[in-house]
């Protein structure tokens, strides 16, 4: 399958939203059943191939949500995002109602990250200049405050894990001569199950 159209797919919106793959697919990241994901492991190793080949720079990224998220997120916590993660290199874009908006409560995101893959050439959507975060991406809140006018702002930044939260692994299986062989495809295997997501954004 041609990488491009595979990372396309994934940006691609139709109705009704909840339909959507990435949709369907992060909220099955995000459940606590792991075994859930079974469905989904070829399509992972195809996209999270795609997008280690795109290459990851130190950046500053937005993410806008059309709620009051500060509950979920007080200065010094870490945590997981176990979904992709949808963002936004240009401010500007943030302006559209389906994403921050300008009225009503909200909640912008401002991101320091070095796994941010640049999608903007394959997004469905190239005007939104796309930044995508990885599956399972951990973060610090370094700050959260208001900014009046039911407008919240929360500052993150990126941290590594102490252990691997999500890995590729070789799928293994027993010959007739009874040694192990590889197979072309692989498993994910997730790791850390019980730490709690936080993560109910949607895109």
């Keep these: 399958m041609d990488e491009a159209a595979l990372i396309t797919l994934y940006s691609m919106e139709w109705k009704p939203q909840e339909e959507c793959l990435y949709h369907v697919l992060n909220e099955t990241l995000r459940n606590e059943k792991r075994q859930k994901l079974k469905p989904w492991f ?14 990851s720079s130190l950046s500053f990224v937005y993410r806008g949500v059309k709620q009051d998220m500060r509950k979920g997120y007080p200065e010094g916590k870490t945590f997981v995002w176990w979904g992709f993660s949808s963002c936004t290199s ?12 300008t009225t009503g409560p909200r909640t912008l995101f401002t991101i ?30 370094v700050a ?11 500052q993150l930044e990126e941290i590594q894990s102490q252990f691997s939260l999500i890995e590729l692994v070789p799928q293994l299986m027993i010959g007739i001569d009874g040694t192990f062989i590889n197979t072309r495809d692989s498993v994910f295997l997730l790791l850390a199950v019980t730490i709690t997501s936080t993560n109910t954004i949607n895109r």
Excluded: W
Excluded at 123 to 133: C, G, M, V
Excluded at 144 to 154: A, E, F, I, T
């Design 112 to 141: 320091e990250c070095d796994s941010g893959k640049d999608i903007r050439r394959y997004s469905f959507f190239q005007a939104e200049d796309k930044i995508l975060l990885p599956v399972a991406t951990q973060f610090k809140v």
């Design 144 to 154: 959260c405050l208001s900014q009046g006018k039911d407008l919240y702002m929360v």
């Design 42 to 55: 070829i399509f992972l190793k195809l996209i999270l191939t795609a997008l280690a080949k795109i290459p």
């Design 90 to 101: 240009k401010f500007s874009v943030l302006q559209n109602d389906h994403f921050l908006g």
